[in-house]
């Protein structure tokens, strides 16, 4: 099972932008979809953006046009691009093969990196 490694959090002022970055242990060429979650304390984690393995990218309505997700096969990463945060998006990010979480009964997290938006 490829395993992966979140990076790129931080604190961020409101407006401000990140890149997390995703790199996996394994080649993620025959992941079909790879997606970046995120989870707050007493909420459920939830789906941001999602990468198909045939370029097409989808968003959660709270990030569309701020966020953007891409994948570089060659080099086993996943990237997502945070612009304009707002404190809302303060949370722990993750990566992960879609259909994993999809379908595992107990998919495998990484520790993701803590993104804080704050003044």
């Known amino acids: 099972q490829v395993q992966f490694v979140e990076s790129g959090g931080g604190l961020v002022r409101p407006g401000g932008s990140l890149r997390l970055s995703c790199a996996a242990s394994g080649s993620i060429f025959s992941i079909i979809a790879m997606g970046w979650y995120r989870q707050t304390p007493g909420k459920q984690r939830e789906l941001v953006a999602l990468v198909s393995s045939g370029g097409i990218t989808t968003y959660a309505d709270s990030v569309k046009g701020r966020f953007t997700i891409a994948r570089d096969n060659a080099k086993n990463t996943v990237y997502l691009q945070m612009n304009s945060l707002k404190p809302e998006d303060t949370a722990v990010y993750y990566c992960?093969?879609?259909?994993?979480?999809?379908?595992?009964?107990?998919?495998?997290w990484g520790q993701g990196t803590q993104v804080t938006v704050s003044s």
């Open positions: 992960n093969d879609y259909r994993q979480v999809a379908t595992a009964a107990y998919p495998a």
